[in-house]
Nanobody, 123 residues
Framework: QVQLVESGGGLVQAGGSLRLSCAAS????????MGWFRQAPGKEREFVAG???????NYADSVKGRFTASRDNAKNTVYLQMNNLKPEDMAIYYC?????????????????WGQGTQVTVSS
């Protein structure tokens, strides 16, 4: 059983920054690709960022240049640094873990999910 716990969400003004964290337990974290997804009210859950076991990252076009995913295998934690936040970034952000080493952009590529953390961006 894998558990993922997100933290770091909150309220921020447009142009501000937040750093989300996701602590993992129950599986060898270093062997797992990790991803970040988000879901806004009335919309489908969408891919935000992924980080593979080798540290390679991929991002949705909407966040490229503003968001950075990273991982600390010693702490079993993955991060999402979000800069220059926009009102359209407002959503519940979910951390996801995979049984495989390469991060994918699709929801089905992930086997474990956190409970989500709310990010609110005021204009």
């Amino acid at each position: 059983q894998v558990q993922l716990v997100e933290s770091g969400g909150g309220l921020v003004q447009a142009g501000g920054s937040l750093r989300l964290s996701c602590a993992a337990s129950g599986r060898t974290f270093s062997n797992s690709a990790m991803g970040w997804f988000r879901q806004a009210p009335g919309k489908e859950r969408e891919f935000v960022a992924g980080i593979s076991v080798n540290g390679r990252t991929n991002y949705a076009d909407s966040v490229k240049g503003r968001f950075t995913a990273s991982r600390d295998n010693a702490k079993n934690t993955v991060y999402l640094q979000m800069n220059n936040l926009k009102p359209e970034d407002m959503a519940i952000y979910y951390c996801a873990g995979s049984r495989y080493p390469l991060a994918t952009t699709v929801i089905g590529g992930y086997d474990y999910w956190g409970q989500g953390t709310q990010v609110t961006v005021s204009s």
